[in-house]
């Protein structure tokens, strides 16, 4: 019988870690690769990249997204995760793990 093997989500080194300005906490989010899939899903069904950034951080921290300023911070985050989890930012999530 096979045995999925336990999740490596938490694992320091699979994790995002970011700072807001003006807020001392460092906040983490999994890399790509470490994401629920069910989260992965709902993030390859929307359209554009401030959706899939609101739904990642979301669900991770509810209420972050209203710490940020501009739409310039927001994006930021989204590709420096992005190149933290190896992929590039026009590339899709599906895409990027075949």
Do not use: C
């Not at 080194?13 to 790509?32: A, H, V």
């Not at 994401?35 to 972050?64: C, F, T, W």
């Amino acid at each position: 019988m096979f045995e999925v093997p336990a999740s490596k989500a938490s694992v320091k080194q699979n994790q995002f870690e970011f700072k807001i300005p003006g807020d001392r906490k460092t906040y983490s989010i999994p890399k790509l690769q470490f994401l629920r899939p069910s989260l992965l899903r709902e993030m390859d069904s929307m359209k554009n990249q401030v959706d899939r950034v609101y739904a990642l951080i979301e669900n991770y921290h509810p209420g972050l997204v209203d710490k940020f300023d501009d739409m310039e911070q927001l994006t930021a985050l989204y590709v420096g995760w992005s190149e933290g989890s190896g992929i590039t930012v026009g590339e899709s999530s599906a895409s990027s793990t075949s």
